[in-house]
């Protein structure tokens, strides 16, 4: 029976070929574009990049023929995320932002979300890897035994998962992803954790995706 993965698409290459690789792997794929929280200010320079992403996630789903959802999540960034980093640093602390928005609203909104409208799993461009405990570890979604990745994380099969860093050690995120539970891991996938950056943008080019060259956001 064919699986749904809900794909959190940025705009950026990484979940584009997030995206394709999980579809070249047999799932049926709907994209989510997730809006971000933004300050009121006067200037609308800000107010235009997340339109230019989500234009550029619409662009990639179409190349895909895939739908593309916008979810607005900008009032829980504001609240889990936003708040969080500005009272850190008035405490003269370090936060942490991304740790929190993957917690929150990656993982929790988002998450919640998805399973409720019926995915079986989510995935996003995360360059990390998940693997069962026990038994050999998953294979790239885009071999041949991609089968192999739809049946790891399963929630009926019991096993318990684990995240590595990813094959790309400048690129590695799995620190960000520490406050994840076993009940959220077994439905996540990262499909590019295999993959150095470079050869995510070969793959790219080589799908032939609009925003392949498109360079790597600050956050």
């Not at 990484?14 to 995206?19: E, K, L």
């Not at 607005?72 to 009272?87: G, L, Q, T």
């Not at 995915?119 to 294979?139: L, M, N, S």
Request: aromatic fraction near 12%; include cysteine.
């Amino acid at each position: 029976m064919e699986k749904t993965v809900f794909v959190a698409m940025s705009g950026g290459v990484d979940s584009a070929v997030a995206a394709v690789l999980l579809k070249k792997s047999g799932f049926n794929v709907v994209g989510i574009f997730m809006k971000p929280w933004q300050p009121d200010a006067a200037s609308s320079q800000i107010d235009c990049l997340w339109k230019q992403d989500r234009e550029d996630a619409l662009r990639v789903a179409a190349k895909l023929d895939i739908p593309l959802l916008t979810w607005d999540f900008s009032k829980e960034y504001e609240k889990y995320v936003a708040n969080y980093m500005i009272e850190g640093y008035r405490q003269g602390r370090t936060p942490n932002p991304d740790v929190m928005c993957n917690k929150f609203i990656k993982f929790g909104l988002f998450l919640d979300k998805a399973l409720k409208l019926g995915a079986d799993f989510i995935a996003t461009g995360h360059y990390v890897r998940i693997k069962p405990q026990r038994g050999p570890a998953p294979p790239h979604p885009h071999s041949a035994q991609s089968a192999d990745l739809r049946s790891m994380g399963d929630p009926q099969s019991g096993h318990p998962f684990a995240l590595y860093t990813a094959k790309d050690q400048n690129k590695d995120q799995s620190y960000f992803l520490y406050t994840l539970t076993q009940v959220q891991l077994k439905h996540c996938l990262f499909p590019i954790g295999d993959y150095t950056k470079d050869e995510v943008r070969k793959m790219a080019r080589k799908f032939n995706l609009p925003n392949w060259d498109k360079k790597d956001s600050q956050g």
